[in-house]
């Protein structure tokens, strides 16, 4: 009985897979024209991105340093649709830091007309927007006070147009974003750090109010090797409600009314003077100041003020002497660049930050360079006001650093 059984199970298999295969044979014309009806048309997909590793030698230490991996997702839907995201990998004190740098959807109305939305890089001047990556920042350091914890904002959550357009024989490209905005740093949690702002990627916002901002980029001349660009940026980085609220003595510390106005003018000039080599010549001055505020200092167990102004700059110049018939010092760059930090003079994180870069770049490939560059960093800041001349564990490694780097970008 139980053969009987097992037979008819198998003869019934088969034929209900013979049945299967027919109808999936003679269905599958239709099936694959009803898929490709509801494919999108025109859509790519791009991964890209950059990353960076070498060897670090300071004054300190000398280590090699897998600096960071950050791809870059592209996927677009016909021309007006365009997604973008980028990660960040990080190794800092032996651990793996993975971030979000921006993720955002644009779309396209024409050239002059371009909506975005999600998280994105904040046109601020250029650096930040441009010119940040590895493989193209020139040096393998950042210019002072033009990193994530810089003057200025770098990503943030929110909504933006940008366009540009033709003017005569000269260019305007312009943005205007509105977003979450930074977030005041009070010295609740740490009190070396009150005036500070924060410009992390913040998810949800301290208060009702957001951050609004924009860029205007002028080309005057027609090869666009010049633009000059000024920016500004303007927030109420306080919380509604004060961060010592219950105490009786601080609980009156309330910054709900701090405003910040920031702006920045940028210049970039890039030229192939013939024989002579290609100059490139890049700059940007970022200004800060925010109004008056009392804060705690638990250490003389008082409360302070200060002019809470900061300024940051840089300026640099490149050189590529690309008319040269020589395969290898042809595809040699030189650069110089001088940056310089300066925060509030009665701040507890007061500093006035010099720093000279030199660098010797060769280029492997457009995307691909191995960069030589040496910086000497100072802190002035006991020649103007007296106070501590280092940055303790607040900023970047004072003294000399030389670093032998190779740059990617795929």
């Known amino acids: 009985m139980k053969k009987i059984y097992l037979l008819s199970v198998m003869i019934f298999s088969f034929v209900a897979a013979v049945n299967s295969q027919s109808v999936t044979n003679n269905d599958y014309k239709t099936l694959s024209d009803n ?81 975005r939305a999600g998280a994105f890089l904040l046109p601020f001047g250029t650096f930040i927007e441009r010119y940040h990556p590895a493989w193209i920042n020139r040096l393998s350091s950042k210019p002072l006070g033009f990193g994530h914890d810089g003057i200025g904002p770098s990503s943030d959550l929110g909504v933006a147009v940008r366009g540009a357009f033709q003017v005569g024989k000269s260019k305007l490209a312009y943005d205007l974003y509105v977003v979450n905005g930074p977030q005041l740093k009070t010295g609740l949690v740490e009190p070396e750090e009150a005036g500070m702002l924060d410009f992390s990627l913040n998810t949800s916002d301290n208060n009702k109010n957001k951050a609004v901002g924009g860029r205007l980029g002028f080309f005057p001349l027609s090869s666009s090797a010049l633009e000059v660009g000024v920016s500004g940026y303007f927030a109420k980085p306080g919380s509604e409600t004060s961060p010592f609220a219950g105490d009786s003595i601080l609980g009156s510390l309330n910054y709900q009314d701090v405003s910040v ?150």
């Open 35 to 115: 898929i490709n009806s509801i494919t999108p048309k025109n859509t790519s997909f791009m991964v890209r991105g950059y990353s960076h590793f070498g060897l670090n030698i300071n004054d300190e230490q000398t280590s090699f340093s897998y600096g960071q991996f950050s791809p870059i997702f592209l996927w677009k839907q016909g021309s007006r649709f365009i997604f973008e995201t980028e990660l960040e990998f990080e190794f800092e004190d032996n651990q793996l830091n993975i971030g979000l740098e921006y993720a955002n959807a644009s779309y396209i109305v024409s050239k002059a007309l371009v909506f």
């Open 261 to 410: 106005s920031m702006y920045s003018i940028d210049l970039s000039f890039v030229k192939n003077l013939g024989s002579v080599g290609l100059i490139d010549i890049k700059g940007q001055y970022n200004y800060s100041s925010l109004s008056d505020a009392n804060y705690y200092n638990p250490e003389e167990d008082n409360i302070y003020t200060f002019k809470n102004k900061s300024s940051a700059y840089y300026a640099q110049i490149s050189y590529k002497p690309i008319s040269v018939n020589n395969s290898i010092i042809k595809n040699l760059e030189l650069v110089g660049r001088y940056s310089a930090y300066n925060t509030p003079e009665d701040a507890l994180w007061n500093s006035k930050l010099r720093q000279y870069s030199i660098g010797l770049n060769y280029w492997l490939t457009w995307r691909s360079v191995i960069k030589l560059s040496f910086d000497n960093l100072k802190n002035n800041v006991s020649e103007a006001s007296g106070e501590r001349n280092e940055e303790e564990e607040h900023g970047p490694l004072l003294g000399n650093a030389f670093y032998i780097h190779w740059a990617i970008g795929f």
